[in-house]
């Protein structure tokens, strides 16, 4: 195998009863052994490019074509869908250890939506081509994407049955949960990926003002604080899993 050298550059939704969602992170359903995927493609000779974003800066736009994998190394990535209304909505966000752009493994010829960096963000870009031999060629790696984007499909029903069914407040809470990375071993408080309340509440599915409502009231009861940014506390499941 020819190692390929890698770069880096720089570029510019009601019931009578609650319905339960998990607010654990994403695991593997597969109970496969851990695959520690940004080693293996730092080290693995896989033809790749790095590049890093400034905060707000486009990674890529709606309509661009789907001719890559990318798999965020640091930061955080916002994904956006803007509709022919010209309404837009946010639809993820993403972190460490995430993949995005890969529906054009399974065909899809354009970027469904558009991603921008929330941080300074550093992604490992992966040509389609090359992907595709990988997965090919690399069981593990196989593995691991196929694990990755069943919990990913789950998450996505998820979203839409909480949507669906649960109340503002209730959604709020295990937004927050999500975003804070709940269910990772990093401590008992973690910090919230810094972005506006309106697209807070477009991830949610309500307004501005409920949002704000609903932030003081966490914050009132200890669930949050916003010194030195937003933090989520564990108590804030009791939210999650309880009208």
Do not use: W
């Not at 661009?64 to 930061?75: A, E, F, N, W």
């Not at 460490?96 to 529906?103: I, K, N, R, V």
């Amino acid at each position: 195998m020819v190692r390929a050298k890698s770069s880096t550059r720089r570029r510019r939704s009601h019931a009578a009863r609650p319905v339960e969602v998990s607010v654990s992170a994403a695991t593997d359903p597969t109970g496969l052994p851990p695959f520690e995927v940004d080693q293996f493609l730092d080290s693995s000779g896989v033809a790749r490019s790095i590049v890093e974003y400034r905060p707000a800066e486009v990674i890529f736009r709606q309509g661009d074509p789907c001719d890559s994998v990318l798999y965020v190394k640091k930061g955080g990535v916002k994904i956006s869908v803007l509709a022919k209304t010209g309404k837009q909505a946010v639809v993820a966000m993403l972190g460490p250890g995430d993949f995005l752009g890969q529906e054009g493994l399974a065909g899809q010829p354009v970027r469904m939506g558009s991603a921008s960096a929330i941080t300074s963000t550093t992604i490992l870009i992966v040509e389609q081509p090359e992907m595709l031999r990988l997965l090919h060629e690399e069981h593990a790696m196989a593995d691991r994407l196929m694990s990755y984007l069943l919990a990913r499909t789950i998450r996505v029903e998820e979203e839409l049955v909480d949507r669906l069914f649960n109340s503002t407040e209730r959604r709020l809470a295990r937004k927050l949960l999500l975003l804070a990375r709940y269910g990772r071993p990093d401590g008992p408080v973690r910090a919230v990926p810094q972005f506006s309340q309106e697209t807070l509440a477009e991830m949610v599915g309500t307004t501005r003002s409920r949002v704000n409502f609903f932030i003081k009231k966490f914050e009132r009861l200890g669930f949050i604080t916003r010194k030195n940014g937003l933090r989520v506390n564990n108590s804030l499941l009791t939210v999650a899993l309880h009208d």
